[in-house]
């Protein structure tokens, strides 16, 4: 009976703990959102982050990793670019790449600005985050950073062997010959298989086009850089897919030649509503789960630009 009442105390004590560590969330939450104001963007330079894997929106759980949301960076840089008082943007770049329908976003966000760009690419700036970064009218990366990744990836796992192995079959039943084109559960054809092939190389070509255009490129220098081959900054410096090495003082140093200005920085940082917040303790399955299996393949996708 003892035993049994020390293990009840044990299970309150530790729910105690779980609602004090969201209780104290939620205030810093609340707080920092209390705290925030338009009153606090003030400035000539807008800096606006780009930091993770890049979709059209935050799909990720609870505590999972880092999302560049397209939505919310267009919004920045659409904010930024109608603000009178702003008078460059800063593009902090530290990111993988990631769905090309994002990337595409807000590097059209970014040609479209009527403003001074500049991409500082920190640590990584690869593939789609790359493509971010050639938009901007000057590229300024860390000797030691990694960028370029100029390619598309369009691969997924086969469990097809597995399932033999187990006796285990999959009853084929589709409307349109290629509907479970890439499903993982039985190999391509030889005809899927091309067809994927000609989806991926279309991707590539519109993600060249555009660097090479951004870039002013020629041919043959395009077609050097494009293989998917990642560079150091030293390295990118030299091939032209970037203008300097550096990092954000350089960055701040080079608007403020060109606009013959003292630069006054602006964050601008997406501040969560009340709503999302309580939300995202409610309906995060992550916090307690872990993520599904279709959620863990989903950048198995074909054209993944990253």
Not at 25 to 33: D, R
Not at 151 to 174: A, H, P, Q
Not at 261 to 271: K, L, M, N, S, W
Not at 284 to 296: C, N, P, V
């Amino acid at each position: 009976m003892a035993k049994q009442k020390k293990k009840n105390n044990w299970g309150v004590v530790l729910g105690v703990i779980i609602f004090l560590f969201i209780m104290a969330y939620l205030f810093s939450a609340l707080l920092s959102v209390f705290l925030s104001g338009d009153e606090l963007k003030q400035g000539n330079v807008a800096k606006i982050s780009v930091k993770g894997v890049i979709m059209t929106d935050n799909t990720e759980d609870f505590f999972g990793s880092s999302v560049a949301d397209s939505t919310t960076i267009v919004a920045d840089i659409e904010d930024a670019a109608a603000n009178p008082m702003i008078e460059a943007i800063l593009l902090e770049i530290n990111s993988p790449g990631g769905a090309p329908v994002a990337t595409d976003e807000i590097a059209q966000a970014l040609e479209r600005s009527n403003k001074t760009t500049v991409a500082w690419i920190r640590e990584v700036g690869t593939s789609g985050g790359y493509w971010i970064a050639s938009s901007a009218d000057h590229i300024i990366a860390n000797r030691m950073s990694i960028t370029g990744s100029i390619g598309v990836i369009g691969s997924y796992l086969d469990f097809s062997g597995f399932l033999n192995d187990w006796n285990v079959s999959y009853e084929r039943l589709v409307g349109g010959k290629y509907k479970d084109a890439g499903i993982p559960y039985r190999q391509l054809t030889a005809e899927e298989r091309r067809l994927f092939q000609k989806k991926i190389d279309l991707l590539h070509q519109e993600f060249k086009d555009s660097v090479q255009k951004n870039r002013r490129l020629t041919n043959s220098q395009i077609e050097n850089v494009a293989q998917g081959e990642f560079y150091l900054g030293s390295e990118a410096k030299n091939l032209n897919l970037i203008d300097q090495l550096g990092g954000e003082r350089e960055a701040i140093e080079h608007i403020e030649k060109k606009l013959n200005i003292t630069a006054e920085i602006v964050v601008y940082e997406h501040e969560p509503s009340l709503l999302e917040i309580l939300s995202g303790l409610l309906n995060d399955r992550s916090f307690f789960f872990g993520k599904g299996l279709a959620e863990g393949m989903q950048q198995g996708r074909i054209g993944w630009v990253g």
